[in-house]
């Protein structure tokens, strides 16, 4: 099971970008996923999150400006991010709670990240 993020840049403050990120590999089961980031020199935050029910969950950092969503025929997560601000610069990490088989339990896997830069 593998999860690719993409759709990170370089944009001017108040810009929009959208992330993607897609499962592949062989699963049973796909949970929430989520979206989190890490900027330099900080801990990781979760940015959003959206379970199978699309039921969402936000940073109160980004609410207002930043949409989740999923589609789970392509099973791709996406992060929807506007009027973005400096403060919004960070490596994002996309993950998702999955069940590779009917015969194991649960697991965490992550992506390999996409950086975002704004500049102001």
């Known amino acids: 099971v593998q999860l690719q993020a993409s759709g990170g840049g370089s944009v001017q403050a108040g810009e929009s970008l959208t992330l993607s990120c897609t499962v592949s590999g062989n699963t049973f089961e796909i949970g929430t996923m989520a979206w989190y980031r890490q900027a330099s020199g900080k801990q990781r935050e979760m940015v959003a999150s959206i379970s199978t029910g699309l039921s969402r969950t936000y940073a109160d950092l980004v609410k207002g400006r930043f949409t989740i969503s999923r589609d789970s025929a392509d099973r791709t997560v996406y992060l929807q991010m506007s009027s973005l601000q400096s403060e919004d610069t960070a490596v994002y990490l996309c993950?998702?709670?999955?069940?590779?088989?009917?015969?194991?339990?649960?697991?965490?896997?992550w992506g390999q990240g996409t950086q975002v830069t704004v500049s102001s």
């Open positions: 993950n998702a709670q999955i069940r590779p088989q009917r015969t194991r339990g649960w697991g965490t896997y």
